[in-house]
């Protein structure tokens, strides 16, 4: 062998030692999850599409996330396509709905629905094609769900510790959309691990257009160098369908657009694209991977590396002394104006999170009983309805005050979410209310070793909750640019149960 040919081996061996995902070290690393909504069940050419990208990343030592829908799944296994399922299982799997575009999508079917109802609609719609993905798969959990389109919903979200019971649930949410985000980075809300609205972190290079791919690398290599600068690291988000590889025209837009539902029997399959349009995106995409499996400390990660790379430390750690005290003077501080998620040290705490451990606190004081820190969060969905009116700054005895509260942590208890009303006897008292009524009550034990036991609290400070502001506003395009739903679709409950879990968005952190 030539001196060229062993040099050739070694860098190829270093390019494929090159670290995947050791998540002590995220901080440091700019991450890229590359996805794949693999759903097009119709044209079989997807098939091998599908196959040949997750062997040509498998090649190059990448892991990806493939989110496959249920009927694709079951199209696999009606065709004996076992290599393309061993080809995707090299990577992490994921869920992108049973059926995709067929009529009613999860936007239309929730648009109506309250929580309770919506996440069990969800689950009766959905849960059956998650339970094929991972059979077909042979997977034991899924590692991440995104809704088809535009088809988003809060109660979808909710539904995911539900799917698949005796699985752990799926812990994240990976997809692209604008209706809820915050500051283009990772976030948790409704009790997942998100990674959407990532705006300027989402890049893809336009696959069938050969002047696209310099320009293509030159972005991505942008975003890298700005998260390195500006964040010591962070998340780049690139999606592709294997279909895009072989169409010319989605596979649903053929069939279901704008509220069209033709039944099974009259399904088209999309025009096809020629074989050398194909194969030369397969050549402009191995380049458009390579420039980026070259870029210095970037990596690929997968959805399933997510929850590794940003743990809840509150959930794990629980609120130390320190913290309580300053939830509790940010909450007095922001009283007028707003509530809002905070962040102290590695911890992110949500309005949910901030009422969970004073709720505790307080009522743990007013039962006579010793604080003991860390103060422990389970971790709490939003509301399901609008609050009450708030009060007129009316003042309430302290024992009235104490039973409130012990009904208050009852209700988190059991329910394991922040209630739409506390009751002050027969008053209805708003939960944001209620929340800056406990930090008064706890700063009182705090400053000066006793609850207001004579002065009791005051209620009626009218807060704002702050983190509704990253929830879409509701105009026609947000749900109905989407193709497959009727133009001008428009869905004003999920967006208000949307802003109502707004009570659990914060910030994902990386691990330190
Ligand atoms: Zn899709």
């Known amino acids: ?151 988003w919903a809060p109660q979808a979200i909710g539904a995911l510790k539900d799917i698949g019971i005796g699985t752990g649930g799926i812990p994240c949410y990976v997809d692209e959309g604008e209706h809820v985000g915050l500051d283009q980075k990772p976030f948790w809300y409704v009790g997942a691990l998100n990674v959407y609205h990532m705006g300027e972190n989402c890049t893809r290079m336009e696959l069938h257009d050969p002047a696209d791919l310099e320009p293509a690398k030159q972005r991505v290599s942008a975003i890298a160098e700005r998260l390195g600068r500006e964040e010591g690291g962070g998340m780049i988000s690139i999606f592709y369908h294997p279909c895009e590889w072989v169409h010319r025209e989605f596979w649903d837009a053929v069939n279901f657009s704008r509220g069209a539902n033709p039944p099974r029997e009259q399904w088209q399959v999309p025009p096809q694209r020629t074989p050398e349009e194909t194969e030369a995106a397969f050549q402009r995409f191995g380049q458009y991977i390579d420039h980026i499996r070259s870029m210095h400390k970037v990596r690929f990660v997968t959805a399933g590396d997510l929850p590794e790379i940003y743990p809840d430390a509150v959930r794990n750690e629980g609120a130390s002394e320190a913290d309580l005290a300053a939830i509790t003077a940010r909450l007095l501080a922001g009283a007028g104006s707003g509530i809002d998620f905070q962040v102290l040290g590695h911890r992110a705490y949500s309005v949910a999170d901030q009422f969970e451990v004073l709720t505790r606190a307080v009522a743990t004081l007013s039962a006579g009983e010793k604080l003991k820190f860390p103060v422990q969060t389970k971790g709490l969905l939003g509301p399901d309805s609008s609050p009450p009116p708030p009060g007129q700054g009316t003042r309430l005895a302290w024992p009235a005050f104490r039973d409130t509260t012990r009904d208050a942590l009852d209700f988190i208890e059991t329910q394991r979410q922040v209630p739409s009303r506390v009751f002050a006897g027969a008053d209805a008292v708003a939960p944001a209310d209620f929340l800056i009524a406990l930090a008064a009550a706890y700063d009182s034990y705090r400053s000066n070793a006793r609850l207001p036991l004579g002065e009791g609290v005051t209620l009626g400070n009218k807060p704002e909750v702050l983190p509704e502001r990253h929830i879409a506003a509701d105009t026609p395009k947000l749900f109905g640019d989407w193709i497959i739903h009727k133009e001008g679709f428009r869905a004003p409950r999920i967006l208000e149960q949307a802003r109502l879990q707004a009570w659990t968005l914060k910030p994902a952190l990386v691990r330190q």
């Open 1 to 151: 062998m030539r001196l060229e040919v062993h040099l050739f081996v070694l860098i190829g061996l270093l390019l494929l030692m090159k670290p995947c995902c050791s998540p002590g070290a995220a901080a440091a690393y700019v991450n890229v999850i590359l996805w794949f909504d693999t759903e097009d069940y119709l044209l079989p050419a997807d098939d091998d599409a599908a196959k040949r990208l997750a062997e040509m990343l498998t090649a190059r030592g990448i892991r990806a996330t493939f989110k496959v829908v249920g009927e694709k799944a079951r199209v696999l296994e009606r065709r004996g396509r076992r290599d393309v399922i061993a080809a995707l299982d090299k990577h992490a799997i994921g869920y992108h709905s049973n059926l995709h575009s067929v009529h009613p999508t999860p936007s239309e079917y929730l648009a109506d629905c309250g929580w309770l109802d919506g996440v069990a609609e969800f689950v009766r719609r959905e849960g059956g094609g998650a339970a094929d993905v991972r059979r077909i798969f042979s997977v034991p959990a899924l590692v991440c769900y995104g809704q088809p389109g535009s088809s």
